[in-house]
């Protein structure tokens, strides 16, 4: 049991040292607006760049495949790639912040990579099953979700506006019979119980890797399938287990309250086809393929 390894006591040790590799920053798309709380030693943001940005494409494969995702390649990022009018620059495997075309397909207003638009936290393009797939993966480190504002995202003003326009798209690929949830066309629950914080993330992700595969992301690369990626740290139990608080305003979910949180989202919310191309698990469990003796022990005694 390392959950003292959340804590900022524990943390604050790497305050100087919070990137294994500062220069993996270079790699990073120029139009990207960074977290704030990059230098925060409890960044979630943080320590998927301290991962990601520094595995070499065979232990990329080798961690993603520790999560049943059954990779056959790995796919180079083809850099200054024209994403329906949003320019990529980024360079390598793997790319930070993406939102996917630079009009979003889930008419948010404004934004930017990592600001006020449906921003993945790690991209990578991969071939499953002979299928060029994106790969969209959310990561948490210490997070968790209580505050009032957190627990219903569909309440108020700005709720209400966020109810309007994903309910459009969800209606939309109804219409192109692309529907990726157990929702009935009556009763049951509906899409106001997908407030809670976590949630209304898997929420957007689903409904940005729906309503763009396929699309052609190069002159290359044709993207044909795709798969969401939830990773948590197996000590964040305020995370990975969902309460009765945390579901007190989602009653059409709320005798989930006690599971966890991707067991609710793969077994009760997501229809069949799609709950198969949802994966998730415990990243700081599978830091042990990694080859570089420096960084895995970095890795390791900060993370694990």
């Not at 299928?131 to 968790?144: M, N, R």
């Not at 309440?155 to 192109?176: D, H, Q």
């Not at 579901?247 to 793969?266: D, E, M």
Request: charged share 25%; hydrophobic share 35%; aromatic share 12%.
């Amino acid at each position: 049991m390392n959950s003292f390894k959340l804590t900022r006591s524990f943390q604050s040790q790497w305050a100087d040292n919070q990137l294994f590799n500062k220069n993996t920053i270079n790699k990073i798309g120029s139009n990207v607006q960074l977290h704030k709380e990059i230098n925060n030693v409890l960044s979630s943001a943080a320590s998927c760049l301290n991962l990601f940005s520094n595995l070499n494409k065979t232990e990329l494969l080798n961690f993603l495949n520790r999560f049943d995702l059954e990779i056959q390649e790995i796919i180079p990022f083809p850099t200054d790639s024209n994403v329906g009018g949003e320019i990529y620059d980024d360079k390598g495997n793997v790319v930070f912040e993406w939102i996917g075309p630079g009009s979003s397909p889930l008419y948010e207003k404004g934004g930017k990579r990592g600001q006020n638009r449906t921003s993945i936290d790690a991209f990578v393009l991969s071939k499953i099953n002979g299928k060029i797939t994106q790969i969209l993966i959310e990561w948490k480190f210490t997070e968790s979700y209580n505050f009032e504002k957190r627990l219903q995202k569909f309440s108020g003003i700005s709720g209400t506006e966020r109810l309007r326009r994903y309910s459009n798209v969800i209606a939309k690929l109804r219409k192109m019979k692309k529907f990726p949830f157990q929702m009935k066309y009556e009763g049951g629950w509906g899409l106001v119980d997908l407030g809670y914080e976590p949630f209304y993330q898997l929420l957007r992700m689903t409904l940005l890797a729906k309503i763009t595969t396929p699309f052609q992301l190069s002159n290359s690369v044709f993207v044909e399938d795709y798969r969401i990626l939830h990773l948590t740290h197996s000590e964040n139990k305020k995370l990975n287990i969902v309460t009765e608080n945390h579901l007190k305003y989602c009653p059409g979910i709320k005798n989930f309250a006690g599971h966890s949180l991707h067991q609710i989202w793969k077994r009760n919310i997501l229809s069949e086809q799609d709950s198969d191309r949802f994966k998730y698990g415990y990243w700081n469990q599978n830091l042990d393929i990694i080859t570089n003796e420096k960084l895995k022990k970095y890795l390791i005694e900060r993370y694990e």
